[in-house]
């Protein structure tokens, strides 16, 4: 079975490279790392459905692309969505909500309701704005407003006190969230269990939410999202001015249950915090200024079990226009190469497999193998060396799925856009502690910083 994706709220920031200073800073405490826990939902019960919302997510990214605290990270496998979930408490008093991960978007922002004795809602499936003493919207005028995108039909009325700032979001598919663009206090834990409250994080508050990306399966049990992009407003960078701009996660093996659960880490110097482990591997993040939002690794070469594959290096490569590259999301669950390296993968794991293939072909899968009766089927590792040297090898389970009975297929897939960039899906990160490093602007991983099952 297979995660299912996030949906992308990629901001443009780079228009207006000024305007971080109108956020608020994070309050310093005693503490330098906060844990949140990450909750994961079980996928959905048709690998098929998940390779059609991936597809559906990659489109919204591409489209998107052209145009501390510590908080537990939680499995959404409880209610079919696939996602991983971060439990957030917004508001005075606080309100439990459940946000997806999302390293592909920079913006947070949750369902809303205005309603006053609000009998109609379950505790939990919006936030209640007028129950909050600290819920407060930015003004249309203020320089913040100016990094969401508006509704051209609500102009901005200067004179008025109570004129808030309106934002709205259109997606690929037809999907949109709008609503107030607004700042609240959040509380999250440390790592010595004590609790920070985060005076003015912005988000936006949606009242208005329509379409599949934000509404259907895929978004089952989800309040909203919590962008941690390399945009100023996401949650990341907002704590992350007082966390030394750095982050990091585990996902942990969807497969175990109960769902183990892991935590997002914002904050910290994991050569000292993960209990003494050797330190991690690195690679350079790389820049892409048409698409400010993502984290893009370099990819030198590929092997399959120990050969490197004979691919140009110019097929991992952004070009001048802004296309191409590979970035790291974990709202996408399989992992999606360049259609020339991605034949050439499917043709080495041909070469190197002795297992024969199922009677009936997997829908949307290439390369699938009968391994009814096989209890450790033996599989090549497929490696990647990225810039800088380090070289990233995940066991077969992060890339190889299993869709029926019997049946297991390679959960990768080619990208279909001309001059599309690639993507390092969550199933292909699991078990690895993974650490974006902005302010050195490095990723850093290894599969010795999470407990593997």
């Given at each position: 079975?297979?995660?299912?994706?996030?949906?992308?709220?990629?901001?443009?920031?780079?228009?207006?490279?000024?305007?971080?200073?109108?956020?608020?800073?994070?309050?310093?405490?005693?503490?330098?790392?906060?844990?949140?826990?990450?909750?994961?939902?079980?996928?959905?019960?048709?690998?098929?459905?998940?390779?059609?919302?991936?597809?559906?997510?990659?489109?919204?990214?591409?489209?998107?692309?052209?145009?501390?605290?510590?908080?537990?990270?939680?499995?959404?496998?409880?209610?079919?969505?696939?996602?991983?979930?971060?439990?957030?408490?917004?508001?005075?008093?606080?309100?439990?909500?459940?946000?997806?991960?999302?390293?592909?978007?920079?913006?947070?922002?949750?369902?809303?309701?205005?309603?006053?004795?609000?009998?109609?809602?379950?505790p939990g499936s919006a936030f209640l704005a007028r129950h909050s003493a600290s819920f407060s919207p930015h003004h249309c005028f203020d320089s913040a407003c100016r990094l969401?995108?508006?509704?051209?039909?609500?102009?901005?009325?200067?004179?008025?006190?109570?004129?808030?700032?309106?934002?709205?979001?259109?997606?690929?598919?037809?999907?949109?969230?709008?609503?107030?663009?607004?700042?609240?206090?959040?509380?999250?834990?440390?790592?010595?269990?004590?609790?920070?409250?985060?005076?003015?994080?912005?988000?936006?508050?949606?009242?208005?939410?329509?379409?599949?990306?934000?509404?259907?399966?895929?978004?089952?049990?989800?309040?909203?999202?919590?962008?941690?992009?390399?945009?100023?407003?996401?949650?990341?960078?907002?704590?992350?001015?007082?966390?030394?701009?750095?982050?990091?996660?585990?996902?942990?093996?969807?497969?175990?249950?109960?769902?183990?659960?892991?935590?997002?880490?914002?904050?910290?110097?994991?050569?000292?915090?993960?209990?003494?482990?050797?330190?991690?591997?690195?690679?350079?993040?790389?820049?892409?200024?048409?698409?400010?939002?993502?984290?893009?690794?370099?990819?030198?070469?590929?092997?399959?079990?120990?050969?490197?594959?004979?691919?140009?290096?110019?097929?991992?490569?952004?070009?001048?226009?802004?296309?191409?590259?590979?970035?790291?999301d974990s709202g996408t669950t399989l992992t999606f190469l360049p259609d020339l390296a991605y034949r050439k993968i499917v043709a080495a794991f041909n070469r190197r497999v002795?297992?024969?293939?199922?009677?009936?072909?997997?829908?949307?899968?290439?390369?699938?193998?009968?391994?009814?009766?096989?209890?450790?089927?033996?599989?090549?590792?497929?490696?990647?060396?990225?810039?800088?040297?380090?070289?990233?090898?995940?066991?077969?389970?992060?890339?190889?799925?299993?869709?029926?009975?019997?049946?297991?297929?390679?959960?990768?897939?080619?990208?279909?856009?001309?001059?599309?960039?690639?993507?390092?899906?969550?199933?292909?990160?699991?078990?690895?502690?993974?650490?974006?490093?902005?302010?050195?602007?490095?990723?850093?991983?290894?599969?010795?910083?999470?407990?593997?099952?």
């Open positions: 079975m297979v995660l299912l994706p996030l949906l992308l709220l990629s901001l443009l920031f780079a228009v207006f490279p000024d305007l971080s200073h109108a956020l608020p800073s994070a309050v310093a405490g005693a503490d330098y790392l906060i844990k949140l826990p990450l909750l994961h939902q079980d996928p959905l019960p048709s690998p098929s459905q998940a390779l059609s919302s991936d597809a559906r997510r990659l489109a919204a990214l591409h489209h998107r692309s052209k145009t501390g605290p510590h908080l537990p990270v939680t499995s959404g496998a409880s209610t079919g969505s696939g996602q991983y979930f971060v439990d957030l408490h917004v508001g005075n008093p606080p309100q439990r909500l459940l946000l997806v991960a999302d390293t592909g978007s920079d913006l947070v922002w949750v369902a809303c309701s205005a309603c006053r004795n609000c009998s109609s809602h379950p969401v995108p508006h509704p051209s039909r609500v102009p901005c009325n200067r004179t008025r006190l109570h004129s808030p700032c309106r934002y709205e979001y259109s997606y690929s598919d037809g999907s949109k969230t709008s609503g107030f663009f607004s700042t609240e206090t959040a509380s999250f834990n440390t790592s010595s269990g004590s609790e920070v409250q985060h005076q003015g994080l912005a988000f936006g508050c949606g009242f208005r939410i329509s379409g599949p990306s934000v509404t259907g399966p895929t978004f089952n049990g989800a309040n909203g999202v919590m962008g941690l992009g390399r945009g100023p407003i996401s949650l990341s960078s907002q704590l992350g001015r007082r966390f030394g701009n750095k982050f990091s996660y585990c996902l942990m093996d969807y497969t175990i249950s109960p769902p183990p659960t892991s935590f997002l880490l914002i904050g910290g110097d994991h050569n000292g915090v993960v209990s003494g482990k050797p330190g991690l591997n690195y690679t350079p993040l790389q820049s892409n200024p048409l698409s400010p939002t993502f984290y893009y690794i370099g990819i030198q070469s590929v092997s399959v079990g120990g050969a490197k594959l004979r691919i140009n290096p110019s097929v991992w490569a952004i070009d001048d226009a802004g296309n191409g590259g590979t970035i790291v002795t297992l024969p293939s199922p009677a009936e072909p997997t829908l949307g899968f290439d390369f699938c193998l009968n391994v009814s009766g096989v209890r450790r089927p033996s599989l090549p590792r497929l490696s990647l060396k990225l810039v800088g040297g380090s070289v990233f090898s995940p066991p077969p389970r992060n890339y190889f799925v299993d869709t029926a009975d019997g049946v297991k297929c390679l959960a990768v897939q080619p990208v279909a856009l001309a001059g599309g960039f690639s993507v390092i899906g969550n199933l292909m990160q699991q078990g690895f502690l993974l650490e974006f490093d902005k302010d050195r602007s490095r990723l850093g991983f290894s599969r010795r910083g999470c407990a593997l099952p």
